[in-house]
């Protein structure tokens, strides 16, 4: 690192993670150690752990106890956050949405599942599973979980008195921030063709969405399965100052 600036060595070496995180990295992939770092760039621990701890509150990285350190999902901010809105689409459309509760259950969530939600894996996860209509036409299969630590008196009751986001802020203070999304084209299983009442084997799109809270802490992963011959996905994009 060049010292011929009066910029603090831990900022530099944010500089240099960052770098790093953004051109050589995946999402949830394990970075080096404290110790580690501090050996290979032969600089104190304690710059190491101020640079981690800076680059974790902008969002980079994540660190899970006796586990060590992680790309954030959000390694690359951005000004635009992308929202979808199911119920406004339909209702642009004519349509009347509706949603039905399928599921509710708290369980142990896989390896898998506790690295998107931030939790380690004896942690309690939330799933909410849905079926959307529109104008009764069955149209997306949707599969929600939440951190339990976060929504621990969450009931079907209440979700089927308000909507979920409105729960999460009015009843837990948990308002989503930042949304990250990715989608890609896929064919319906024979269960979910049961469900969407369609043949097996359609094309459907398949949607993941992690949203993020202001502390950049993960407080939903959605996977949906939307049909192929009747959804149109829109997004709209909101400008944040």
């Given at each position: 690192?060049?010292?011929?600036?009066?910029?603090?060595?831990?900022?530099?070496?944010?500089?240099?993670?960052?770098?790093?995180?953004?051109?050589?990295?995946?999402?949830?992939?394990?970075?080096?150690?404290?110790?580690?770092?501090?050996?290979?760039?032969?600089?104190?621990?304690?710059t190491v752990r101020k640079a981690l701890?800076?680059?974790?509150?902008?969002?980079?990285?994540?660190?899970?106890?006796?586990?060590?350190?992680?790309?954030?999902?959000?390694?690359?901010?951005?000004?635009?956050?992308?929202?979808?809105?199911?119920?406004?689409?339909?209702?642009?459309?004519?349509?009347?949405?509706?949603?039905?509760?399928?599921?509710?259950?708290?369980?142990?969530?896989?390896?898998?599942?506790?690295?998107?939600?931030?939790?380690?894996?004896?942690?309690?996860?939330?799933?909410?599973?849905?079926?959307?209509?529109?104008?009764?036409?069955?149209?997306?299969?949707?599969?929600?979980?939440?951190?339990?630590?976060?929504?621990?008196?969450?009931?079907?009751?209440?979700?089927?008195?308000?909507?979920?986001?409105?729960?999460?802020?009015?009843?837990?203070?948990?308002?989503?921030?930042?949304?990250?999304?990715?989608?890609?084209?896929?064919?319906?299983?024979?269960?979910?063709?049961?469900?969407?009442?369609?043949?097996?084997?359609?094309?459907?799109?398949?949607?993941?969405?992690?949203?993020?809270?202001?502390?950049?802490?993960?407080?939903?992963?959605?996977?949906?399965?939307?049909?192929?011959?009747?959804?149109?996905?829109?997004?709209?994009?909101?400008?944040?100052?």
């Amino acid at each position: 690192m060049n010292e011929n600036t009066t910029e603090p060595k831990y900022q530099k070496l944010v500089k240099r993670i960052k770098t790093y995180i953004q051109e050589n990295m995946r999402a949830n992939q394990k970075i080096l150690s404290e110790r580690e770092i501090a050996q290979r760039l032969s600089i104190s621990r304690y710059t190491v752990r101020k640079a981690l701890d800076e680059l974790e509150k902008k969002g980079y990285i994540y660190k899970v106890h006796g586990k060590g350190t992680f790309v954030s999902e959000k390694s690359v901010p951005t000004a635009l956050n992308e929202i979808y809105s199911f119920t406004e689409q339909m209702e642009q459309l004519g349509k009347k949405p509706k949603m039905e509760l399928l599921e509710f259950k708290v369980f142990t969530p896989n390896q898998e599942l506790a690295s998107k939600l931030h939790v380690v894996s004896q942690d309690k996860v939330i799933k909410l599973k849905y079926l959307r209509t529109a104008d009764d036409v069955p149209m997306m299969i949707e599969e929600t979980y939440l951190p339990y630590s976060k929504f621990p008196t969450l009931t079907v009751d209440a979700l089927s008195k308000n909507s979920l986001y409105s729960i999460m802020k009015t009843e837990f203070n948990q308002s989503i921030h930042v949304v990250s999304e990715s989608m890609r084209a896929s064919l319906i299983s024979s269960n979910e063709a049961k469900l969407l009442k369609v043949e097996d084997g359609s094309p459907c799109l398949n949607v993941r969405r992690t949203s993020f809270n202001k502390l950049n802490e993960p407080i939903e992963f959605t996977s949906c399965i939307a049909r192929g011959d009747q959804f149109v996905y829109n997004y709209k994009y909101i400008h944040q100052d």
